[in-house]
């Protein structure tokens, strides 16, 4: 089963940006990636999606400030976060979409966005 690393969180004021990277161990290039959040307290919720051709989804609440992109030469998703906001804080974590199948998740990447 493919290993999923989530890295480039932090702590940013609002406003600020981000760069997340989730570097998968074995080849993803026929596989639609997502990234998800969880914020304390509640479910784990669809961000964005991409698909092998590179076709792109976002929830509402993200669009035009969030981009994902994937470079599947280095087996790398990414999602560039701009304009945060507070309720974006949350773990990030990237997965297959949808999710079907044995799932396992990494160690995911904290976002914390101050006011």
């Known amino acids: 089963q493919v290993q999923l690393v989530e890295s480039g969180g932090g702590l940013v004021q609002a406003g600020g940006s981000l760069r997340l990277s989730c570097a998968a161990s074995g080849s993803i290039f026929s596989i639609t990636m997502g990234w998800y959040r969880q914020a304390p307290g509640k479910q784990r919720e669809l961000v964005a999606h991409i698909t092998s051709g590179g076709s792109t989804n976002y929830r509402d609440s993200v669009k035009g400030r969030f981009t994902i992109s994937r470079d599947n030469a280095k087996n790398t998703v990414y999602l560039q976060m701009n304009s945060l906001k507070p309720e974006d804080t949350a773990v990030y974590y990237c997965?297959?979409?949808?999710?079907?199948?044995?799932?396992?998740w990494g160690q995911g990447t904290q976002v914390t966005v101050s006011s």
């Open positions: 997965n297959r979409f949808p999710l079907i199948g044995p799932i396992k």
